[in-house]
């Protein structure tokens, strides 16, 4: 990746993330690591004699289990493939992923896109790239493959200048990443780690959640974050960029008349859907209605098929529409290249799987939780400093490791029930992940798509380098860190749930 020049310490700071995240393993290597280091702990805590009170079973010690002894071995060997096909997030994932498969190889994503950014008044255009970026998170590439380029292009055409077009929508496509109007393959993703991590501390109360556990936040997170990346865009970052005084030959790929009426038969598609899906829940009759609250009904467990059928028969219309599908036959093809994409995900998943597997089994991640709540409670670090802190921590660990599945792995089995036992619920422990997560993305030179962004940027000045891209996206990190903490932290003062059925507060405290 090409350098930039300059000897200030913020450039060197960049440089040396550079330098250090480049040297660390593959997250797969990763986490086969720590797998081994859970079994040699195991080993060395077993001798000492380790042991914490339960708290959710008075009377009761928890030991740490000996993954070297004889029982130990023979339960590594014996669960490795449950391990893996267990791994909460891989039979999620993979599912949600068919339907967004569809609607994304169909081109269905793509020219929604598109039809928003190129069909809105000049005066909303920066407005709509920042919204639309946001809303990419449907399918992860589309954003940063089709909006990014784009936003260059438009601006230009506009005679603004293009790189304040690039930067909106890479704003809203990778600082906005974790929100949605829609749930996204993130919800589940993150949310089966989630869950999973609360059974080591309360199995009933892991039962109760669901993947919408962030949902009602999300939503309006889209709106005020919009806000937010046009006014960094208008006020801050295009007046710092000047006059464009290049030559854009790109020209806007505007939407053929076929695409128009596709987009209108998966519009009138998804409403369909909608409208179906809604009689399995509202009507007292509706099966996956079930008996009493509604945020108990069994829908909030079925939201996997649910997404998979909502972005699949779209998808599927919009394709027989513009003729990228024709037979059946395209639609397996479609389908087996989604999962083949997967294929690095699946071999994560294994090690992972691993990994926490043997967390759990010892119960290092169960005393590690204890220990480190009854330490935060006696130094009295608990509150706002600390949730602020969790933030900054993780968005610290994002510029090293770009995966949000892989970090939550490593994560949410320490600081899911850590948190639980100091009163914050696992619910809003994951929404200020996914705010550090998110925010912190467009300041990390080892983002996957970071050097793709930068290839658009040099169109239009041959001299951009990382050190210039990330000072040009540093006001969209900061100014989306600041106001969507505050956000969170208006939203626990007025103790709304964060989702259906999701509160702020862990209930058993």
Do not use: C
Not at 197 to 222: C, D, H, L, Q, W
Not at 421 to 440: C, F, H, K
Request: charged fraction near 10%; aromatic fraction near 12%.
């Amino acid at each position: 990746m090409k350098k930039s020049k300059g000897n200030g310490l913020f450039l060197r700071s960049l440089d040396t993330i550079e330098v250090v995240g480049n040297k660390l393993p593959h997250p797969v290597t990763l986490f086969f690591y720590f797998a081994l280091a859970v079994v040699l702990l195991s080993a060395i805590f077993s001798a000492v004699g380790l042991q914490v009170n339960d708290p959710m079973n008075e009377g009761e010690v928890l030991q740490v289990k000996n993954l070297l002894s004889k029982d130990g071995i023979a339960y590594m060997f014996t669960s490795a493939v449950t391990n893996f096909t267990g791994f909460a997030p891989l039979g999620t994932v993979l599912v949600t992923m068919l339907g967004i498969g569809i609607a994304e190889r169909s081109g269905l994503i793509s020219a929604m896109l598109r039809g928003l950014v190129t069909s809105v008044p000049r005066q909303l255009m920066t407005a709509a790239l920042v919204f639309g970026g946001i809303m990419s998170s449907m399918a992860a590439d589309a954003g940063y493959v089709v909006l990014t380029p784009l936003g260059a292009v438009l601006f230009a055409g506009l005679g603004r200048h293009p790189l304040a077009g690039l930067a909106a929508a890479f704003g809203g496509v990778s600082a906005g990443y974790s929100a949605n109007l829609l749930l996204t393959s993130l919800d589940p993703l993150l949310g089966s780690l989630t869950q999973e991590a609360a059974a080591t501390i309360n199995p009933v109360y892991a039962e109760s959640m669901n993947f919408a556990m962030n949902y009602y936040f999300m939503i309006v997170s889209v709106f005020v974050l919009t806000i937010v990346g046009t006014f960094v865009t208008e006020k801050i970052v295009e007046p710092r960029l000047g006059t464009f005084k290049g030559i854009v030959t790109d020209k806007v790929d505007y939407l053929s008349d076929v695409e128009k009426k596709g987009l209108i038969g998966a519009l009138i598609s998804f409403i369909l859907t909608g409208a179906a899906l809604s009689l399995l829940v509202l009507p007292e009759w509706g099966p996956l209605r079930g008996e009493g609250d509604l945020i108990d009904a069994p829908f909030f467990s079925s939201l996997v098929p649910v997404i998979l059928i909502t972005f699949f028969i779209p998808g599927f219309v919009y394709g027989k529409i513009t003729k990228a599908i024709k037979d059946d036959k395209d639609v397996a093809d479609q389908l087996s290249e989604t999962m083949a994409t997967m294929g690095a995900y699946i071999v994560l998943a294994f090690a992972a799987g691993q990994f926490v597997a043997y967390f759990n089994e010892t119960n290092l991640g169960r005393i590690l939780a204890i220990k480190g709540a009854e330490f935060l409670q006696a130094t009295g670090f608990t509150g706002i400093p600390l949730l602020l802190t969790f933030i900054v921590v993780a968005g610290f660990i994002n510029l090293f490791i770009g995966s949000a599945s892989a970090k939550w792995a490593i994560m949410a089995p320490v600081f899911v029930p850590m948190m639980m036992g100091v009163g914050y619920s696992p619910e809003l422990t994951q929404m200020a992940y996914r705010i550090a997560d998110s925010t912190t993305n467009v300041i990390s030179p080892l983002m996957p798509y970071f050097a793709i962004v930068i290839a658009f940027a040099q169109k239009y000045d041959k001299k951009i380098g990382i050190g210039t891209l990330i000072s040009t996206m540093l006001p969209y990190s900061i100014a989306f860190s600041i106001i969507w903490v505050l956000m969170l932290i208006i939203w626990m003062f007025l103790g709304i749930d964060l989702g259906p059925g999701s509160p702020i507060h862990y209930p058993s405290n």
